[in-house]
């Protein structure tokens, strides 16, 4: 890995794991005021590290199985928030119904 | 299946951490052979009876270390015993004077000072430290430097004169020179090759 | 209040005297790569680096046992089971600690012999207490889980949490045997030392905070059992699924096969996935209690651990975690702000937010208010982040010039430590170093003083 690829790859990496954390902050926030319009902006902090997954895939010269890893777990970070707040929202309703 | 009751989770939390130890104690059995002194990436501690190199090999795509002709540190061939004893004092160095809280050994340690898994093969002893010392032997710069470190500063972060004896100097230099045969798995990389990378 | 509490109030004390030692001793650290020839072969830059981990460790560990302390009575409904040991071992503890503090101040280092790992300084990194210590911490320890067992056995009872709690102290105190021996291969040295470093902070650690998270939710939030017990099983259950074999990504470099380099690379990478899922959680959390809770900065600080453990352990681990990057970036300031990031976020905001529940119960006060700890919610996090931006910057430059372009000799780390980008790193990592120690000291004051009262009762209207 030549000096200026190793700065760009990690610079890359953190930036896609950044608009990943990005999305599940925006949106939760959304679902929780029921604001489309954060729901919306989350989706573009996806679709931006989509992006960076597919700029590190096509141009660092990481190997190909950590390549894959990223783009696999880029697919994975678009399901991860709403499956984690249907469980929530499921577990505290579940919650609320026996008390 | 209830993904709602905590049962469910606490069997997922437990078979999980079961299969995750399981794998750990088949690969910890199987990395401690490898880095067994005399396993494949740990070499014997006579080792320090040859010459030591490191270079990169194309197959690994890592840089590795090359073991080479006879090279006696101090100019004297040391039995396999000997060598383990001096292992002992100069690891025993390392721990007392506390060296890792401002070098790394392999990366690990503090950052404070340079890394030393290939401080033996530095090409600083032959440009500075001999000429500086006077020695005209590696090894003997080496000890003269660990003896007196703040004698013979290079950049304004010098190394403290931790008073080591001249025994334990030696045994310092030998466990370096061990260290720098340590099959690292290509760390550091392009050591001594400014600007090569491949 | 229970005895176990009082206990409890007294071990928090200690932590928060020690965050600040700490502190100080962090901020020396810093120095002397501005000041390198600062107090030279009087008192080197290694024993300041020693106190300053080795007190991050201990207050971590007692603001822990404080937590569980505070909380174990009111789990299990009765007084802590063997107290009188229990407060004895404080004392103890508290005096090993300050005879450690005096030995490494003023003794240092000693010969290459078996009285200095006896009695002056093992040197591995985090375990350098010499080994009378060590062993008073594996006692500490163990009166510890005695408390913790014997109050289950007679209150008859026990609780999910409790279960994982005590699960947890087992491997804790195993690993923490290997601060004893002397293993000349180095190794096998750090092989069995990164059991301890990564399975103490990666792994039991971050159970047990866990643990001490239920209770609080429960408590600041009033969520319910059963949901604090499903969330902490499956936290249990991610943490451990990945970072048992996460271990790899330690043993990359350290002689270890080369298998390490795939296992440890997986297992790292997926960690962002989880800590993501936290993050929702926590939004979740703040929107449907954000109303009902009393205790804002309590609540303040849990959120912030959340987004901490994002960016410190996700983002900053994910940057520099594949071994291809890890072989440039491994050992350099970059490892430092990592470092720093991911300790502060898993468990420094999780011990202040334990500290403020203590506080508002102390006090009595129906809700907690005021200015001073938005100030000092701010300084620190503020403060942390301006630290770990700068090592970053710093670490990136070593990486670039020192390792990649100058293939990392001594004249490489020489020229790499000289280059700009690294000593602003160095001064930009010291100004924000005080800015967080301010937050320090806006923290302890608020902590300390006791809070307005805004009773229901005595609420009377203004004078026209």
Not at chain 3, 1 to 22: C, E, N, P
Not at chain 3, 389 to 418: D, H, K, N, V
Request: glycine fraction near 10%; aromatic fraction near 14%; include cysteine.
């Amino acid at each position: 890995m030549t000096p200026q690829a190793l700065l760009e790859t990690a610079v890359l990496m953190g930036l896609f794991v950044l608009a990943g954390g990005g999305y599940g902050g925006l949106y939760a926030a959304g679902r929780l005021r029921a604001r489309s319009g954060l729901i919306r902006a989350g989706g573009v902090c996806w679709a931006a590290a989509f992006a960076i997954a597919i700029a590190i895939a096509a141009l660092t010269p990481l190997d190909f199985g950590w390549k894959l890893l990223i783009l696999a777990s880029a697919v994975v970070y678009a399901i991860i928030p709403p499956v984690a707040w249907r469980y929530l929202e499921r577990m505290h309703s579940g919650e609320q119904a026996t008390e | 299946m209830d993904i709602q009751d905590p049962s469910f989770w606490r069997s997922g939390a437990i078979s999980t951490t079961l299969v995750m130890l399981v794998v750990l104690a088949f690969l910890t059995i199987d990395s401690l052979q490898v880095i067994s002194v005399g396993g494949a990436n740990v070499p014997k501690y006579d080792v320090i009876n040859q010459q030591i190199g490191y270079a990169y090999n194309w197959s690994r795509r890592a840089d590795v270390p090359v073991i080479g002709g006879p090279q006696p540190l101090f100019g004297k061939t040391v039995t396999e015993a000997e060598a383990a004893g001096l292992m002992r004092t100069g690891k025993l160095v390392i721990q007392s004077r506390a060296c890792m809280d401002c070098h790394t050994i392999f990366g690990n340690g503090a950052y404070y000072g340079p890394d030393l898994t290939k401080s033996w093969l530095d090409p600083a002893w032959q440009q500075i430290w001999m000429p500086m010392t006077g020695k005209t032997t590696r090894e003997d710069a080496m000890v003269e430097f660990l003896m007196h470190p703040d004698k013979y500063p290079t950049w304004t972060r010098a190394m403290p004169n931790l008073h080591l004896t001249e025994d334990e100097a030696r045994a310092t230099v030998a466990y370096l020179k061990w260290i720098s045969a340590v099959d690292t798995n290509g760390f550091p990389a392009n050591f001594g090759q400014a600007g090569t990378s491949p | 209040m229970y005895r176990s509490q009082k206990l409890s109030l007294r071990y928090y004390a200690a932590a928060i005297t020690l965050f600040g030692v700490m502190i100080l001793f962090g901020l020396l650290s810093a120095l002397y790569y501005l000041f390198p020839s600062m107090l030279f072969n009087v008192f080197n830059f290694n024993m300041s680096k020693i106190m300053h981990i080795d007190t991050l460790v201990i207050w971590l560990l007692m603001g822990f046992l404080g937590a569980v302390y505070w909380y174990l009575p009111k789990e299990l409904g009765r007084e802590v089971v063997g107290m009188w040991l229990a407060e004895l071992m404080f004392w103890v503890f508290c005096a090993a600690v300050a005879v450690v503090a005096v030995v490494f101040l003023f003794v240092q280092y000693g010969g290459a012999n078996e009285f200095s790992m006896w009695f002056i300084n093992q040197g591995r990194k985090y375990v350098e207490a010499p080994r009378w210590a060590s062993i008073g911490i594996v006692i500490v320890m163990l009166v510890f889980a005695y408390n913790v067992i014997a109050t289950c056995i007679k209150a008859q009872r026990m609780t999910g949490i409790l279960w994982v709690l005590v699960l947890d102290l087992i491997p804790l105190l195993v690993v923490y045997l290997d601060a004893f021996p002397v293993v000349t291969n180095m190794s096998v040295d750090l092989y069995w030392w990164w059991w301890l470093v990564h399975m103490w902070v990666e792994s039991t650690w971050e159970v047990l905070i866990g643990c001490v998270m239920a209770l609080v939710l429960m408590d600041v939030m009033g969520t319910s059992r059963r949901i604090v017990e499903a969330w902490l099983y499956i936290e249990v259950m991610l943490v451990l699924g990945a970072g048992i074999l996460g271990l790899g990504h330690h043993y990359f470099w350290i002689g270890t096969p080369q298998y390490w380099l795939s296992i440890g690379g997986f297992f790292s990478a997926l960690e962002p996935l989880p800590l993501l899922g936290m993050v929702v959680h926590s939004i979740y959390d703040a929107g449907m209690h954000r109303m009902k809770t009393a205790n804002q900065p309590a609540f303040f600080w849990i959120t912030a651990e959340a987004f901490g453990n994002f960016i410190g352990a996700g983002v900053w681990g994910f940057m520099m975690t594949l071994p291809q990057i890890n072989l440039f970036s491994h050992g350099t300031q970059w490892t430092v702000s990592h470092g720093h990031f991911a300790f502060y976020g898993a468990y420094v905001c999780g011990v202040i937010a334990v500290l403020y529940v203590a506080k508002q119960h102390v006090s009595g006060a129906a809700t907690l208010t005021g200015r001073a700890w938005k100030w000092s919610f701010g300084l620190l996090n503020f403060g942390m982040i301006g630290m770990v931006m700068a090592l970053l910057l710093a670490g990136m430059a070593q990486a670039f010039y020192g390792r990649a372009i100058g293939g990392s000799t001594l004249m490489a780390f020489t020229a790499a430590s000289e280059n700009l980008w690294f000593t602003s790193g160095m001064w930009a990592r010291m100004l924000f170093g005080v800015v967080f120690a301010a937050g320090y000291v806006v923290l302890v004051y608020d902590l300390l003083t006791s809070p307005k009262r805004v009773p229901v009762l005595q609420a009377q209207p203004e004078p026209a």
